[in-house]
């Protein structure tokens, strides 16, 4: 008796969650934007309503990071509005079993090299047990040609953002993992401000601005106690 009313108990719980759970599913992988600055891209977002009852989902919020340069905008077929301040707008209905293809992702991708991630959380009308999100990453890369440093012990690339507000990253690699590289900021007249060692098994450099003046700053990679190049940063508000 004690396992009958355990399984019926199972059993019910089971059909609570079928009920209560989620209806949709996200069939597109998460979505890159990777592209050159001053240039937009469009991608699709495929969902699948699972259930045999529609059901309308809308827009509760935006997650992340999206530039001030940047612009995001959600368009079901060709009515598109922008996340930030048309939040009510974005809506849609998915009828029993369907697979949607009009929806659509539109970025702006700017006009600094940047690289960040931002979600767009979606809710049903009627039930908020029934929630998805949807990942977004995005690489922007300058359309100047590039001038990163190969060296015998490290590869270097360019540092981003640059101008930057907040932080700036340098992507590296150490190809020696016995020599001593470091990332040194000085500032316009050569004063010295941060020292980073580069560790071997990282691969991006964190350099925080926040606490700097806004001007001209330099940064130099060092190998060995020897200077290898030393570019500019540029720090604003």
């Known amino acids: 008796m004690k396992i009958f009313l355990s399984l019926l108990i199972t059993l019910q719980l089971f059909a609570l969650q079928t009920v209560d759970g989620r209806q949709v599913r996200v069939l597109s992988d998460k979505i890159e934007f990777s ?21 309308t989902y809308y827009l509760r919020y935006l997650q992340g990071n999206v530039g001030s340069s940047q612009n ?15 939040l009510s ?10 697979v949607a293809t009009n929806i659509y992702i539109e970025f702006e991708l700017g006009i600094t090299p940047t690289k960040g ?40 690339g360019e540092i981003y953002p640059n101008p930057s507000v907040r932080t700036s ?9 016995n020599a001593n590289v470091r990332v040194v900021i ?5 004063n010295p401000i941060y020292d980073f060692h580069l560790d071997a098994s990282q691969e991006t450099l964190i350099i925080p601005v ?13 190998v060995d106690n020897k200077n290898i190049v030393t570019k500019k940063l540029y720090v604003k508000r």
């Open 35 to 55: 592209g050159k600055v001053n240039t937009t891209q469009r991608k699709t977002l495929i969902l699948q309503n699972d259930s045999n009852e529609s059901a």
């Open 72 to 86: 995001i905008l959600i368009c079901m077929g060709e009515n598109c509005f922008d996340p930030r301040n048309e």
């Open 89 to 98: 707008q974005i809506r849609f209905t998915l009828a029993p079993g369907e």
């Open 117 to 156: 991630t931002f979600d767009l959380h979606f809710f049903n009308t009627s039930n908020p047990r029934d929630a998805f999100i949807v990942e977004n990453v995005y690489n922007v890369t300058s359309d100047q040609p590039t001038d990163n440093v190969s060296h015998k012990d490290v590869d270097m």
């Open 169 to 177: 990253q340098i992507e590296y690699k150490i190809k020696n993992p």
């Open 186 to 190: 000085n500032s316009f007249i050569g």
């Open 210 to 222: 926040t606490d700097l003046n806004p001007g001209t700053y330099f940064y130099t990679l060092i």
